[in-house]
């Protein structure tokens, strides 16, 4: 167990419809990951957050946007799903934002339908 | 342009061998971290191992150990005494100071009773 949770673990739901990914970070890790994981795409890295403001944008789409709150814990929203983005979504904590290696939540696999 | 890069999609070996999984990175920063991930086929990624591109001697963290080769850029992770546990898919990642994570291909492990 990495200390990272994430909720919900599965989430099935139709094109267009948009959803909400929430993970913890490990007790005084102050940054949070994001990450997507495809067959096509291997794993591809999102956003970056740290202490409450974004650091990084990586390979993010528009539809797409996360929010990293006082308490640590972080939202990825996804809105105007498509098929495309059936993944499994990582988020991963550290308590470094430069360096140092990232801990892995369990993820959360999302179908759109 | 693709900085890691594991060039094996699929590596088989026998109970109580070790193995290599190669890694080779593109980086014009002096400063960066090189990382093992395991995902096993429950989908959550462990980290394994890191070593530190100033780091004068190679990681180890139990049977795993790290095979730095800094003037060839490549960061092999070895394996051994496989055990059937260690049947995964095995990420090579790098972090640059400042910037985020990288991820390669990924190699799937299959460790022969």
């Known amino acids: 167990d990495s200390g990272v949770t994430q909720t919900p673990k599965h989430l099935i739901t139709a094109t267009g419809q948009r959803v909400t990914l929430r993970c913890s970070p490990r007790?005084?890790?102050?940054?949070v990951y994001w990450y997507q994981q495809s067959l096509d795409q291997g794993l591809q890295f999102l956003i970056h957050y740290y202490n409450g403001e974004e650091r990084a944008k990586g390979n993010i789409l528009e539809r797409f946007s996360a929010q990293q709150f006082p308490d640590l814990h972080s939202e990825l929203n996804l809105s105007s799903l498509e098929l495309g983005d059936s993944a499994l979504y990582f988020c991963?904590?550290?308590?470094?934002?430069?360096?140092?290696?990232?801990?892995f939540g369990p993820g959360t696999r999302l179908t759109v339908l | 342009a693709q900085k890691i890069t594991q060039t094996q999609p699929g590596m088989f070996v026998q109970e109580k061998e070790a193995v290599t999984l190669d890694c080779t990175y593109d980086t014009s920063d002096p400063s960066y971290g090189l990382f093992w991930y395991k995902q096993p086929s429950s989908g959550e990624m462990i980290f394994l191992i890191y070593?530190?591109?100033?780091?004068?001697q190679n990681a180890t963290e139990g049977r795993y150990s790290l095979n730095f080769q800094k003037a060839r850029k490549s960061a092999n992770l070895v394996i051994s005494a496989s055990q059937l546990g260690d049947s995964a898919m095995y990420f090579c990642a790098m972090r640059e100071d400042n910037n985020d994570m990288r991820f390669g291909a990924g190699t799937r492990l299959t460790v022969k009773p």
């Open positions: 070593q530190g591109s100033y780091d004068q």
């Open positions: 007790s005084g890790d102050l940054s």
């Open positions: 991963a904590s550290s308590v470094r934002a430069a360096s140092g290696e990232q801990f």
